[in-house]
């Protein structure tokens, strides 16, 4: 089973990095519901519960304008999949400053 590095964030709580399984059910799991990609740059993206609002999840953070409940995935992207963030952790925090 394959693992990425990842930034996890969930609410009321400070992002944090880890290596989590790069399966379907795995990033359901962490986002507690189907999966939903948003594109944050050309290598980054965030993984989110597709019904995170109508779930009435907790409001988490924003990033680049857009809110987001629940618990988040900040990851890399490898070819069509999901790959390591590429960025080390310091320069997660001054990309998004509003996650801290």
């Known amino acids: ?33 189907c999966i939903e990609t948003v594109t944050a740059a050309d290598d980054v993206v965030i993984i989110c519960d597709e019904e995170g609002r109508l779930k009435r999840k907790d409001f988490n953070c924003m990033i680049c304008g857009v809110g987001f409940v629940g618990t988040i995935i900040i990851c890399g992207i490898s070819g069509d999949g999901f790959g390591n963030i590429l960025i080390e952790f310091s320069d997660v925090k001054k990309l998004f400053p509003k996650l801290f």
């Open 1 to 33: 089973m394959a693992k990425i590095k990842a930034v996890i964030k969930s609410p009321e709580k400070k992002p944090y990095v880890t290596w989590i399984s790069n399966t379907l059910e795995n990033l359901q799991k962490i986002v507690g519901g």
